[in-house]
């Protein structure tokens, strides 16, 4: 049924899978995303314990392979939900498992499984079984089942990438490794449908994506680290920030820039900074000192401060302008503004004070001398 190889493979993916599974669950303060993880392991490891039970008994025992696909396939139906909820944990920090829409994802699996189950009275799954899938002839609702795993596979690919390209840098060597260890195994089961490649190189193609997520796990502290909605935090920082691409074009803001500049994110996502200068009142006195800091901070790579008054505002900004290099490759540039009005009111109303003090201690020395010359007079 497979070769000698193969079967080993088989078992030492399976170790893998044991390996993985015993740290997860030895981790103390389990979080969200670890119990995630390590449901995607349990469903893993019961596909491949199926696919070692048809290769060891199927022959020996005159049992029809079909049946064992009936264990492998809670596997099969499982683990795209549970990896789609990782991933959607991975970018919102936490899911709300009382909302039922998590619930629902989980129906279509459960189905799929009543009718292989049953498939002996309908062949609505199978019509005729291979473990060479292009030699399989499937029932319609097999298409049904695969669309729809495909289908999250895609969608959590696509919350993890886009996660990544927003957020690069650390979070993202670990979201990266676990899209691409995620996708190959998907990739060699698609290509099996239109060559004879068997059954059992979809689950020996996880020992590649283990190793992926092992050097998630251990090298970039995977587990180690709740991710983050970021735009949440920065939204609720009390500075305003803007990040501009190398086109002069805005990709990313905080809501407090909005506020600050009575802005609409509709109004200035994508849009070139030059045309945010000539558009906005606040900021059209600006342009020129702006756009020359840009070209300084991107041609030096420093850092370029500034302190400005908006009149149109009536406040005061110290504001920070940098390039953001990643191996030394310039991702955009970075424009920080710190709102230090109150602080200049504050000092402007201790330097009053002072000279407040200082013409009255004037007046008091004169009022002195005064008498004191009427006292030698």
């Not at 189905?111 to 002839?137: C, G, M, Q, R």
Request: aromatic content about 18%; proline content about 2%; charged content about 15%.
């Amino acid at each position: 049924m497979c070769s000698i190889s193969t079967f080993l493979i088989l078992i030492f993916t399976c170790i893998l899978i044991n390996c993985i599974l015993v740290f997860l669950l030895s981790t103390k303060n389990r979080s969200q995303q670890i119990k995630l993880f390590s449901a995607i392991f349990i469903f893993l490891l019961i596909w491949v314990l199926g696919l070692i039970l048809q290769v060891t008994f199927s022959e020996s025992l005159n049992i029809p392979p079909v049946y064992f696909d009936y264990i492998v396939y809670i596997g099969v139906c499982f683990s795209p939900v549970f990896f789609l909820l990782l991933s959607i944990c991975f970018a919102k920090s936490t899911i709300d498992f009382s909302k039922k829409r998590y619930w629902l994802l989980f129906i279509i699996p459960t189905i799929s499984l009543l009718v292989l189950w049953t498939n002996d009275f309908h062949h609505a799954f199978y019509k005729v079984y291979s473990t060479t899938p292009s030699e399989s002839v499937f029932g319609w609702y097999f298409y049904l089942h695969s669309v729809y795993s495909y289908l999250l596979f895609a969608i959590s690919f696509f919350t993890l990438l886009k996660y990544s390209i927003k957020n690069s840098g650390f979070f993202s060597k670990q979201a990266m490794l676990i899209l691409v260890g995620s996708f190959f195994p998907i990739f060699i089961n698609i290509a099996g449908y239109f060559n004879t490649i068997d059954i059992y190189i979809t689950p020996i193609s996880f020992t590649f994506s283990i190793l992926c997520y092992i050097i998630a796990i251990l090298k970039f502290d995977f587990l180690k680290v709740t991710p983050i909605a970021l735009q949440k935090v920065v939204d609720r920082i009390s500075d305003s920030y803007i990040i501009i691409n190398d086109n002069n074009y805005i990709v990313d803001f905080n809501k407090t820039f909005l506020d600050t500049f009575s802005l609409k994110a509709k109004d200035i996502r994508n849009t070139n900074i030059e045309n945010l200068f000539d558009s906005t009142y606040s900021l059209k006195n600006e342009k020129d000192i702006f756009i020359n800091s840009f070209k300084e901070a991107r041609s030096t790579g420093k850092t370029i401060k500034l302190q400005k008054f908006f009149e149109a505002l009536n406040k005061y900004f110290d504001i920070e302008i940098n390039t953001i290099f990643n191996n030394d490759s310039s991702l955009g540039t970075l424009v920080l503004f710190k709102d230090i009005t109150q602080h200049i009111k504050d000092v402007q109303t201790i330097e009053q004070n002072q000279e407040i003090l200082i013409e009255k201690e004037r007046l008091a020395t004169l009022r002195t001398n005064d008498w004191s010359e009427l006292l030698i007079t």
